[in-house]
């Protein structure tokens, strides 16, 4: 048959993640190129003594259907965790979401007829761009540098984007630069984004892995206008596989996502809903995400101690004071996926995430995402010094002399 | 803040069905209204003994992230069902989704532009309407009757229908109204898609439960040019509360959609995931339906006695050869929705769908859904009873005499 394809379609391609996702399957390959989590730190015994509970034939409901925003216990909870967290909501203001990734499915849907402007990060988390683009919107991107978003540049391109229609941000630990947006940026976005009437998109997975400095507020608690769409996520804090994340918002726009996630799945799965709040009740997540800080803050200790040891002068990267990532950025004419594919796949079996796919619309080769939280330490260390080891080979052998 | 809505936002309301939903949480309400399943047929203590060993230190990949696809061995053990089924495919040809409604979602998205068309049975799964009407087409309705949809009407339709985009259809014990599609249909429908060449998107959550006659041949089996699209679901065999459903559909077609499900939430819980197919390996998965069939053929039987005995002879139903509905007639020019809220609700706290809203364009108001498979059988014969007898006085005291 031939088969007519929705005009979104064309914007719906393969991608590197994609691709990735299946070269973490493979056993061989040390990869940084996920965003996973240290599965060593999953509570499995925790997790193990909720579910026998939780499944008793007194209890059956947690396998029977349930509101399609999400269990009323499970919200509360978060809407405590939030308020604690200096984002005064309450169960009425959120909708629960598989993982972060349907909060933007869901945003995308909301605001974006084609044509539509998408304010981001130049790079930008790649997975946004894979659920913005059925939506067919165009991108507006803004340079950041280590104080996140560049609030002048956004100025400057909210002028130039008169159909804009949301601006979309990582501001704790970026993915996948690592940086963090400063508080005066973050004022300052709320009052263009108010100026220009607007909404924002504030994603958050990674907000709980702070490593150390200050703790800044979030756009949602700067926000005066009911603005921005706040998402966070389970993934990182407890359990990716458990697909939870939450969507905090005002009214209507609160009520308009529900009917999407309704119309897009019905509902997340009551039982890991049910897990996770049983999770949340008789167990200390804040303990728990100390456990995960220390580790994750040492994974990134070793790595960058790595990289400043191991690579060539010329190779630089971030320093994340938290999240999962670092951005590395190699000399002017470095192509990394060629780099990754002709050299550090082939002789090293490490993989990291080419830059280019992360720019919005178009951006230099010579960048590559590390990702530090999901190996143990002894194979991390192992993996990035074979991988700085063939790029310092690669770089001095082929230098523009050889060319 | 003015929030500037995507132009599909519009054709995204709230439903009848999301109310329902909220009705079924009051306790005192006995609702027919729902699609639930009976609780107390949960496979509740096998579940608990296979999360008890998934969950373990050495086993943390179930709690990690996954393809997007869905577990291979889970794809596995539905393609071996499929095909046992007389619908062969492989693990390769098929797309773990969140529950059926997911696959809905994903296959509008794929083939639909705004003001395209899609033609449905006559009333129709609302559910699919509410998936459907995001991305903002237009429906042409078939009759259906007796035999499910009646290809004559449709062959007709489709003579008028230049934006078809796709048939959907389910062609199994259909919701609302129960009735299955005849042998000649399902083989003439696929002549006419193929005629038009169209998507078939076959929609089969109660296809298992059949408590009678002969089990029918997939639309999918009897298509020999890759152009049905099947969806199917756990929800109604194993547990809704596992958000769990396939896809299965050919080369280019699935292999879009699977980048769709990439971008809309990554992929499935791995924990359910995993713990659907350690129940598959483990337990006799047609045995347990077969006490499902058994209960629910009793059930329906209970619910088709009482509606006999008790419901005044004006009131027709149709008699279901499995599934979870029956489908109710009144006489005309009764309102099913003011009968529910001015009687049935306030002197009987009993509850249906009122018909309409299965109606994609319009239809009579005369018309209810009522489901007989999620309550006791106490609280079903005793709710349908009163439903019953109330119906008796109204229909008797608000008789044409007294208009």
Redesign the interface.
């Known amino acids: ?9 064309d914007r ?4 590197a993640i ?1 691709e990735l ?2 070269l973490g ?1 493979d056993p061989e390959v040390v990869s940084f190129g ?1 965003g ?2 240290d ?2 730190l ?1 509570p ?2 925790e ?2 003594a909720i ?2 509970d939780l ?3 007194a ?10 925003t999400g269990l009323l216990r499970l919200r509360e909870q978060v809407a405590d965790r939030l308020t604690a967290d200096g984002t005064a909501c309450t169960a009425e203001d959120l909708l629960i ?3 972060g ?2 909060g933007l ?1 869901l945003v995308a ?5 084609p044509g ?1 402007t998408v304010i981001t990060e130049d790079p930008t988390f790649l ?1 946004a761009l ?2 913005f ?3 067919e919107p165009t991108y507006a991107p803004v340079r950041i540098d280590g104080n996140g978003m560049d609030t002048e540049d956004l100025e400057r391109v909210l002028a130039d984007s008169p159909r804009a ?1 949301m601006i979309y941000t990582v501001p704790d630990f970026q993915n996948p630069t690592g940086v963090t947006m400063s508080l005066p940026r973050r004022r300052r976005l709320i009052e263009l984004a ?1 100026e220009h ?1 607007l ?1 924002v998109v504030e994603d958050t997975p990674y907000r709980s892995l702070r490593f150390e400095g200050d703790h800044l507020p979030t756009l949602r608690s700067l926000d005066t ?3 921005v769409v706040h998402l966070g996520s389970f ?1 990182k804090i407890l ?5 939870l994340g939450w969507l905090l918002a005002d009214g ?2 609160l009520q ?1 996502l529900s ?2 996630k ?11 809903m049910a897990a996770a709040s049983a999770y949340l009740d008789r167990y200390d997540i804040d303990a728990h995400i100390a456990t995960i800080v220390a580790a994750y803050r040492r994974k990134r200790d070793l790595a960058l101690s790595v990289l400043d040891e191991r690579m060539p002068a010329g190779v630089r990267h971030t320093a994340p004071e938290g999240g999962l990532f670092t951005w590395l950025t190699f000399p002017d004419g470095v192509d990394t996926a060629a780099l990754m594919q002709d050299v550090l796949l082939p002789q090293g079996k490490v993989a990291y995430v080419p830059g280019a796919t992360f720019f919005p619309v178009a951006g230099p080769a010579s960048h590559a995402r590390v990702n530090f939280s999901g190996l143990p330490d002894d194979v991390l260390v192992a993996g990035l010094t074979r991988m700085s080891e063939l790029v310092g080979a690669h770089l001095s052998g082929s230098g523009p002399s050889n060319k």
């Open positions: 048959m031939t088969v007519r394809f929705a005009a979104r379609v719906v391609r393969p991608s994609r996702l299946r399957e996920g996973y989590p599965p060593a999953f499995v015994d997790l193990r579910f026998d499944l008793t034939p209890n059956s409901r947690v396998l029977q259907y349930a509101g399609s979401t598989s993982g990734q349907q499915d849907k909301l605001v974006l007829d539509d997975g894979i659920a683009n059925p939506m229609r108010n009437d909404l206008q009911g603005r993934s359990a990716p596989g458990f697909r209507e726009v308009k009917l999407l309704l119309a897009g799945d019905t509902q997340c799965s009551t039982l890991t």
